[in-house]
C-alpha cells in the first residue's frame, strides 16, 4: 500500500497538529491531486476534505490530464507523483513553475522511488514525501505550506 492508512481509519489520526489548512485564508484551497493509482487519488481527496472543508480539489491520472488542468485552471497546492504513466512529474512540475498563474502554488512531490525526490526538490517542490507515507505528515506538511 502507498499510503500507511485505510481511509475508514483517517479520521482520528489526520488531524495532526491543531492548525486548519485555511485557518487564516478567505476562500476555498484550490488542490491538484496528480497520481497513475486510483486508490491514492481517493484517499488523498477524503483526507483533504476530512481536514478542511474549504477544498477544491481536481484530480489527474496522468501528466498530460495534469498540464490541461493547471492550463485552465489555478491552484494553491499541488501534490505531484513523480512517475506517471506519460510523461514525467518532473516536467509537469516544471510547467507549473513556468505557468504564471501557477508559479506561487506549493508543490508536494510524491514517489515510491525515493531516490528521484531530491532532483524533484531541486526542480522546484516545495516537499517531497517518499510513499509509503503517513497521512499526518502529508496534512501537516500542507498545513505549513498553506499557512506561510
Known amino acids: 500500500m502507498l499510503i500507511d ?5 483517517l479520521a482520528p489520526d489526520i488531524v495532526c497538529s491543531s492548525v486548519k489548512a485555511t485557518e487564516t485564508r478567505q476562500e476555498a ?17 477524503k483526507a483533504l476534505e ?3 472543508v474549504s477544498t477544491e480539489i ?3 491520472l496522468t501528466g498530460e490530464g495534469a498540464l ?15 512517475n506517471l504513466p506519460d510523461i514525467d512529474g518532473g516536467d ?3 510547467f507549473v513553475r513556468t505557468q504564471a498563474k501557477n508559479a ?14 531530491d532532483s524533484m526538490l531541486q526542480l522546484g517542490a516545495d516537499v517531497s514525501l517518499s510513499k509509503p507515507f503517513k497521512l499526518c505528515e502529508l496534512t501537516d506538511n500542507i498545513k505549513k505550506l ?3
Not at 488542468?69 to 513523480?82: A, G, K, P, R, T
Not at 506561487?104 to 525526490?117: C, D, F, M, Q, R
Open 5 to 9: 492508512k485505510n481511509i475508514e481509519d
Open 29 to 45: 484551497l484550490r488542490i491538484l491531486i496528480v497520481d497513475d493509482d486510483e486508490q491514492v487519488i481517493e484517499t488523498l481527496s
Open 50 to 52: 476530512i481536514i478542511d
Open 58 to 60: 481536481k484530480t489527474s
Open 68 to 82: 490541461k488542468l493547471l492550463e485552465f485552471n489555478s491552484f494553491d497546492l499541488v501534490i505531484l507523483d513523480v
Open 92 to 94: 509537469v512540475l516544471r
Open 104 to 117: 506561487t502554488a506549493k508543490i508536494i512531490a510524491i514517489s515510491g522511488v525515493p531516490n528521484v525526490l
Open 146 to 148: 498553506v499557512n506561510t
